[in-house]
């Protein structure tokens, strides 16, 4: 064979080998795009307490919420409450024998009200924020006029029963099915005991969260079981006219 057959041959099988690099070595040696980092929303400090002040969750949490929301500040929010309603669910099971009595007199001193709130220990009973709240109930009552009970654990069966065929003889209700009227009514009557309901009214200083929802907000920031128990409310006047009414 000539030197130039030889020469070319060589040549041939040089390329053939450069060319029979297996799937398995070309993935070794092929070049990886760099992942591109995670985009984490930018918290202020000032938008961490403004929700921890919004939902009395700790500052880390608050701090987490709003990161998992990418900075939706009514997203981390609401997360946090449903939360803070858990735990206070949790909690709700728990004695709470201790407490203090808070007042609030309105403007003008003609109306006044005075409220009992509970909480397990002395040690909370104590605490500046436990009166903080207890004062913001009495507020919350003083300006809810319709306002009579806690909850609806403390209105009776005979006083729904009651009010149920009260409504069902009104006029607009005439000649409608059974059924109809039942649902109608039932609808109406739980309209007018959400109105008694202390725990249900939205809470004056943000009315994106009610009653309930603002002592939750407490619970997770004391870590106690809290609960308002009674309360009552005066009118300047208004004993004078019951008196005179049963006369």
């Given at each position: 064979?000539?030197?130039?057959?030889?020469?070319?041959?060589?040549?041939?099988?040089?390329?053939?080998?450069?060319?029979?690099?297996?799937?398995?070595?070309?993935?070794?040696?092929?070049?990886?795009?760099?992942?591109?980092?995670?985009?984490?929303?930018?918290?202020?400090a000032?938008?961490?307490?403004?929700l921890?002040?919004?939902?009395?969750?700790g500052?880390?949490?608050?701090?987490?919420?709003?990161?998992?929301a990418?900075g939706?500040?009514?997203?981390?929010?609401?997360?946090?409450?449903?939360k803070?309603?858990?735990?206070?669910?949790?909690?709700?099971?728990?004695?709470?024998l201790?407490?203090?009595?808070?007042?609030?007199?309105?403007?003008?001193?003609?109306?006044?009200?005075?409220?009992?709130?509970?909480?397990?220990?002395?040690?909370?009973?104590?605490?500046?924020?436990?009166?903080?709240?207890?004062?913001?109930?009495?507020?919350?009552i003083?300006a809810?006029?319709?306002?009579?009970?806690?909850?609806?654990?403390?209105?009776?069966?005979?006083?729904?029963?009651?009010?149920?065929?009260?409504?069902?003889?009104?006029?607009?209700?005439?000649?409608?099915?059974?059924?109809?009227?039942?649902?109608?009514?039932?609808?109406?009557?739980?309209?007018?005991?959400?109105?008694?309901?202390?725990?249900?009214?939205?809470?004056?200083?943000?009315?994106?969260?009610?009653?309930?929802?603002?002592?939750?907000?407490?619970?997770?920031?004391?870590?106690?079981?809290?609960?308002v128990?009674?309360?009552?409310?005066f009118?300047?006047?208004?004993?004078?006219?019951?008196?005179?009414?049963?006369?």
């Amino acid at each position: 064979m000539a030197l130039s057959q030889l020469l070319l041959l060589a040549v041939s099988l040089c390329v053939a080998n450069a060319f029979s690099v297996t799937g398995a070595t070309l993935q070794r040696f092929a070049v990886v795009a760099p992942r591109a980092p995670a985009v984490v929303a930018q918290v202020s400090a000032a938008d961490v307490k403004k929700l921890r002040e919004a939902t009395g969750a700790g500052m880390m949490k608050c701090k987490e919420a709003l990161v998992e929301a990418n900075g939706d500040f009514e997203a981390a929010a609401e997360e946090l409450r449903k939360k803070g309603l858990a735990s206070a669910e949790k909690k709700a099971s728990r004695q709470a024998l201790e407490g203090i009595v808070e007042t609030y007199i309105h403007t003008g001193a003609k109306l006044g009200v005075m409220v009992e709130v509970n909480c397990e220990t002395d040690f909370v009973a104590k605490n500046p924020e436990l009166q903080e709240l207890a004062k913001a109930i009495a507020m919350q009552i003083a300006a809810c006029p319709t306002v009579e009970v806690v909850s609806e654990a403390d209105i009776s069966p005979e006083f729904i029963e009651k009010e149920k065929k009260i409504e069902a003889q009104s006029e607009d209700l005439v000649g409608k099915p059974d059924n109809i009227v039942e649902k109608i009514v039932t609808g109406r009557v739980e309209k007018m005991v959400k109105t008694k309901l202390l725990l249900e009214q939205p809470y004056i200083r943000d009315p994106n969260m009610n009653v309930k929802d603002y002592i939750a907000s407490y619970i997770t920031k004391l870590g106690e079981n809290i609960q308002v128990s009674r309360f009552v409310r005066f009118n300047v006047g208004e004993g004078q006219m019951a008196a005179a009414s049963e006369e």
